[in-house]
């Protein structure tokens, strides 16, 4: 499985993004789609994700901003009212059979 993900860029405090994902290759069987976020000297973070049924959960940080969404084996991400916070390297991932596959990530910079 392999995912591509796009959207990131410079945007400024207040304005809005949207992260793409598409998955290719053996994407039968994907279950969980969705996003983490990571800044220098720091892990990984969840932001949100999706079940292959529908069930999503997003970080508490993003709750109310950030709007996830799924097409087969496509996964997006809506960033509305963006905060200087929000600067990190979105990856995408997509899991099958208990492994995750990972996108190469995609910088989102926020100015103030």
């Known amino acids: 499985v392999q995912l591509q993900a796009s959207g990131g860029g410079l945007a400024q405090a207040g304005g809005s993004l949207r992260l793409s994902c598409v998955a290719s290759g053996r994407i039968a069987g994907i279950q969980d789609m969705g996003w983490y976020r990571q800044t220098p000297g720091k892990c990984r973070e969840m932001v949100a994700r999706m079940s292959y049924a529908g069930f999503i959960d997003y970080a508490d940080s993003v709750k109310g901003r950030f709007t996830i969404s799924r097409d087969e084996a496509k996964v997006f991400l809506e960033i509305s009212n963006l905060k200087p916070e929000d600067t990190a390297v979105y990856y995408c991932?997509?899991?099958?059979?208990?492994?995750?596959?990972w996108g190469q990530g995609t910088q989102v910079t926020v100015s103030s």
């Open positions: 991932y997509g899991e099958r059979a208990m492994f995750n596959y």
